[in-house]
């Protein structure tokens, strides 16, 4: 298998074999990089240009290809998403908090269902460990309870799940230095989603929801939880 002229290593075959009758897309749609599943394409002059996940290392892309595809799954196994409320538009902060509500939550999960196939995700884990290293040090703190703290409360319990115990740890004692509040509360939203779960679409609407109420993005209806098994709105 490939995409965009790439191989894609093993275990890719493995994970594609297993789950591409679930998935019910064709070949041809990976091959190409549709924009369907690995988002819009990005031009120059009216030239498309290769996207940037194409220059990572053959496991790397393996996995990232993998993950993308695993979005999808949990869409057809009913996974929540979150929804802005109808007064605030697509690029306004309450949007953005609420991607990163949905990330903290299925992340995890998703991680769940590829951990069977071993994929190499060193490069990856690396880039994500460098990037909030960086951010955290360089970067100044959000005040509490604006919504760029939110923000950082929410990435703090998603590296928890993400990251190597080692990076963890490295990464912990920073966020513990410069930012204690920040750390207290993604301690509380990683002991709400060690409660409520998050490896099967209902344990994860639970905690959505959940965390969304612990932040306060009820309020105001910043944020809401959809249940596409059911089409509501909570």
Same mark, same amino acid.
């Given at each position: &298998?490939?995409? %965009?002229?790439?191989?894609?290593?093993? #275990?890719?075959?493995?994970?594609?074999?297993?789950?591409?009758?679930?998935?019910?897309? +064709? %070949? !041809?749609?990976?091959?190409?990089?549709?924009?369907?599943?690995?988002? #819009?394409?990005?031009?120059?002059?009216?030239?498309?240009?290769?996207?940037?996940?194409?220059?990572?290392?053959?496991?790397?892309?393996?996995?990232? @290809?993998?993950?993308?595809?695993?979005?999808?799954? &949990?869409?057809?196994?009913?996974?929540?998403?979150? @929804?802005?409320?109808?007064?605030?538009?697509?690029?306004?902060?309450?949007?953005?908090?609420?991607?990163?509500? /949905? !990330?903290?939550?299925?992340?995890? $999960?998703?991680?769940?269902?590829?951990?069977?196939?071993?994929?190499?995700?060193?490069?990856?884990?690396?880039?994500?460990? !460098?990037? =909030?290293?960086?951010?955290?040090?360089?970067?100044?703190?959000? /005040? &509490?309870?604006?919504?760029?703290?939110?923000?950082?409360? +929410?990435?703090?319990?998603?590296?928890?799940?993400?990251?190597?115990?080692? /990076?963890?740890?490295?990464?912990? @004692? @920073?966020?513990?230095?410069? +930012?204690?509040?920040?750390?207290?509360?993604?301690?509380?939203?990683?002991?709400?989603?060690?409660?409520? $779960?998050?490896?099967? =679409? #209902?344990?994860?609407?639970?905690?959505?929801?959940?965390?969304?109420?612990? %932040?306060?993005? /009820?309020?105001?209806?910043? +944020?809401?939880?959809?249940?596409?098994?059911?089409?509501? %709105?909570?």
């Amino acid at each position: &298998m490939h995409i %965009l002229g790439r191989n894609l290593i093993t #275990p890719f075959p493995s994970f594609w074999a297993n789950h591409s009758a679930e998935l019910d897309l +064709c %070949l !041809e749609m990976i091959n190409k990089a549709d924009s369907s599943i690995f988002g #819009p394409k990005q031009t120059h002059r009216g030239k498309e240009l290769t996207p940037y996940w194409m220059n990572l290392p053959d496991g790397a892309l393996s996995y990232h @290809v993998a993950h993308e595809l695993t979005h999808k799954i &949990m869409t057809k196994r009913g996974f929540p998403s979150t @929804v802005r409320g109808p007064h605030y538009n697509i690029d306004s902060p309450q949007a953005r908090v609420g991607s990163d509500l /949905q !990330e903290m939550i299925l992340h995890p $999960g998703l991680e769940d269902i590829l951990l069977p196939y071993a994929f190499d995700q060193t490069h990856i884990r690396q880039h994500l460990f !460098e990037g =909030a290293r960086k951010g955290l040090e360089e970067s100044p703190i959000p /005040q &509490m309870g604006t919504l760029w703290w939110i923000t950082w409360s +929410c990435r703090f319990a998603e590296l928890y799940y993400l990251l190597t115990r080692e /990076q963890w740890l490295r990464l912990e @004692v @920073v966020y513990e230095g410069r +930012c204690p509040d920040i750390a207290a509360m993604g301690n509380n939203l990683i002991a709400l989603m060690t409660e409520h $779960g998050f490896s099967t =679409a #209902p344990q994860a609407i639970r905690s959505m929801i959940s965390a969304r109420n612990l %932040l306060g993005l /009820q309020n105001n209806n910043q +944020c809401f939880i959809l249940d596409p098994s059911t089409k509501t %709105l909570h």
